[in-house]
């Protein structure tokens, strides 16, 4: 069977791609199984920037062809921030909870109309130094006053999609890895994998 490594440390993005690679015929193996590869700092302007840091960063280390993604969450209020930033928006040590008390902060007294946002997702994919495929993915809602939901991570118990009544963190994984941004970037890339011979 053909192999990826998903090149991130974090547990419930790998979560989300093994749902959305679910029925695909190539395992994903993890960055858990490979404890010499450290952090990567995230420290490119942009999400294509980050994602294809990440992926040929990991591919460079372990040989193995990678699949990375970044995300950014953009708040039109907030003239599109945390964007790029939205891991550290609340500082140095930024956990979820600080970003989304934070983001409450900052559109406090804001109304719902006002609150628009986007999720945008960049998965970068790297099999080889030269066969680079980038994807990208969004998903549009607003941020709600006040968080619901226990499922998910990140922000998703202060967005509401468009046309749903239920936040991201109060679906079921599957409806969420159905619409949301990182699924529709990797409904893309898995039409480029299944192309791609590596
Ligand atoms: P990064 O792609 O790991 O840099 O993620 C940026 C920030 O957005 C982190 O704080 C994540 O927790 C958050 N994030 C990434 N993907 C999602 C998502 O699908 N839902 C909610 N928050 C997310």
């Known amino acids: 069977m053909r192999q990826i490594i998903v090149a ?9 791609f093994r749902g959305i690679f679910s029925d695909m ?3 994903l193996l993890t960055l858990e199984q490979f404890p010499s590869v450290g952090a990567i700092e995230e420290d490119a302007s942009t999400l294509e920037g980050n994602a294809l840091k990440k992926a040929s960063e ?3 280390l372990t040989g193995i062809p990678a699949l ?8 039109r209020y907030l003239n599109d921030a945390p964007g790029v930033f939205s891991s550290r928006y609340a500082g140095v040590g930024a956990t979820y909870e600080t970003n989304v008390r934070k983001l409450l902060r900052d559109l406090n007294g804001v109304p719902l109309r006002r609150r628009g946002a986007r999720f945008r997702s960049v998965l970068a994919f790297v099999p080889s130094p030269e066969g680079v495929e980038i994807t990208e993915g969004s998903c549009h809602g607003v941020i709600l006053e006040q968080p619901r939901g226990s499922g998910g991570f990140g922000y998703d118990p202060i967005f509401l999609p468009d046309g749903y009544s239920r936040t991201f963190a109060e679906m079921e994984p599957d409806l969420k890895n159905q619409l949301s ?11 480029i994998l299944r192309r791609h011979s590596w």
Request: proline residues 0%; glycine residues 2%.
């Open 8 to 16: 991130t440390h974090n547990r419930d993005k790998v979560n989300e």
């Open 25 to 27: 015929e190539i395992a």
């Open 181 to 191: 941004h990182r699924a529709k970037a990797a409904f893309e890339m898995r039409e």
């Open 58 to 60: 990991v591919f460079r």
């Open 68 to 75: 990375a993604d970044d995300t950014g969450l953009e708040v």
